[in-house]
């Protein structure tokens, strides 16, 4: 079993950043492959993005592209989500979660097994 803990959301102004944490504990994640989705209100999670085991590895959702940025460092057992050039369509609850199965790359919400309770991010325009 491995908790997750997002942290760092908040409220930003259209074309600010945000950097999104996600600390584990209780299991090391450098076994796992790290995503980041999110929720708005009324819609279903989608996909953001996903970093491999070793960071070597990342894949992007297109609407977020050139925008964010996943890393992860196994040593602090922790992941992050760079966030740049905020849109408001960009407002959602995020949510990060790990993968101990083999690298897809996952793009499904089912293909992770573990999921934090997420961090709220606002963007006004």
């Known amino acids: 079993q491995v908790t997750l803990v997002e942290s760092g959301g908040g409220l930003v102004q259209a074309g600010g950043s945000l950097r999104l944490s996600c600390a584990a504990s209780?299991?090391?994640?450098?076994?796992?492959?790290m995503g980041w989705f999110r929720q708005a209100p009324g819609k279903e999670r989608e996909f953001v993005a996903a970093?491999?085991?070793?960071?070597?590895?990342?894949v992007y959702a297109d609407s977020v592209r050139g925008r964010f940025t996943i890393s992860r460092d196994n040593a602090k057992n922790t992941m992050y989500l760079q966030m740049n050039i905020l849109k408001p369509e960009d407002t959602a609850v995020y949510y990060c979660?790990?993968?101990?199965?083999?690298?897809?790359?996952?793009?499904?919400?089912?293909?992770?097994?573990?999921w934090g309770q997420g961090t709220q991010v606002t963007v006004s325009s």
């Open positions: 209780g299991r090391t994640i450098t076994t796992a492959s």
């Open positions: 979660a790990s993968d101990y199965g083999p690298w897809s790359p996952p793009r499904q919400a089912h293909e992770y097994d573990y």
């Open positions: 970093i491999n085991r070793d960071g070597i590895i990342t």
